[in-house]
């Protein structure tokens, strides 16, 4: 069965200083990847896919993520946040069963200070 | 382009009784549509998916229900709810092997 775990439920950080926000999943067979990120009593919105080719991923807003199969993580970075970052993130990983149901992990709040 | 909507946005029901929350997807043809709910500080569970009219695949049991009359639209039911039926529903839509979903705004309801 597959899984997604995300290691950090909270991540505090400071106005343009860099962060990383860390995806591991599980799955036996090759895998599609993807980051959502959801602002207060939103809903849910694509930042990045992976489905195959370039390991290193770049979305939306000056996110980028990279996958490593050795590893079985997909790590979501940005170089330098902003106040606007602040939001719930979410990595999911494509359902094997088909009909492209995501799996998701519990989420990652982000706050960024200034 | 494709839109998603979901209404209402809030809704603050008593316990026992009955839930009925709408989704539409404007924009594309015959879309998989998915009901996922996200409780307090936890992540998403998929609850129901459809591949096509009157088609309803059922994740987890439970006390809701969900149906799909026309080819965009997608509706989520309850007879009676319960306190933990509580939380932020939200519809999707996808179409194509391997791709995103697209999520609507959600719905947050309270049962009191």
């Known amino acids: 069965a597959q899984s997604v775990t995300q290691l950090d439920s909270q991540v505090p950080v400071f106005e343009e200083a860099p962060v990383e926000l860390r995806c591991n999943y599980s799955?036996?067979?090759?895998?599609?990847l993807f980051w959502y990120v959801q602002y207060p009593n939103q809903g849910l919105q694509l930042l990045l896919k992976?489905?195959?080719?370039?390991?290193l991923v770049k979305g939306i807003n000056g996110f980028e993520a990279e996958f490593n199969k050795s590893q079985t993580s997909f790590h979501l970075r940005k170089p330098s946040v902003h106040i606007s970052d602040t939001a719930e993130y979410f990595c999911?990983?494509?359902?094997?069963?088909?009909?492209?149901?995501?799996?998701f992990g519990a989420g990652t709040r982000l706050a960024v200070h200034p | 382009s494709q839109t998603i909507h979901q209404w209402p946005a809030t809704l603050v029901q008593p316990v026992g009784s009955p839930l009925s929350l709408e989704c539409t997807v404007e924009?594309?043809?015959?879309?998989?549509l998915y009901w996922y709910r996200q409780a307090a500080g936890r992540g998403l569970q998929l609850l129901f998916y459809?591949?096509?009219?009157?088609?309803i695949s059922s994740e987890v049991p439970q006390n809701l229900s969900a149906s799909r009359p026309q080819d965009r639209q997608f509706i989520l039911s309850s007879k009676k709810l319960l306190l933990s039926d509580s939380g932020f529903y939200l519809c999707?839509?996808?179409?194509?092997?391997?791709?995103?979903?697209?999520f609507g705004n959600g719905t947050r309801l309270t049962v009191t």
């Open positions: 999707a839509w996808g179409v194509g092997d391997n791709s995103p979903l697209h």
């Open positions: 799955s036996s067979v090759s895998v599609y």
């Open positions: 992976y489905l195959s080719g370039s390991t």
């Open positions: 999911a990983v494509l359902s094997l069963g088909g009909y492209n149901k995501l799996i």
């Open positions: 924009g594309t043809s015959n879309p998989n």
């Open positions: 459809s591949v096509g009219i009157g088609q």
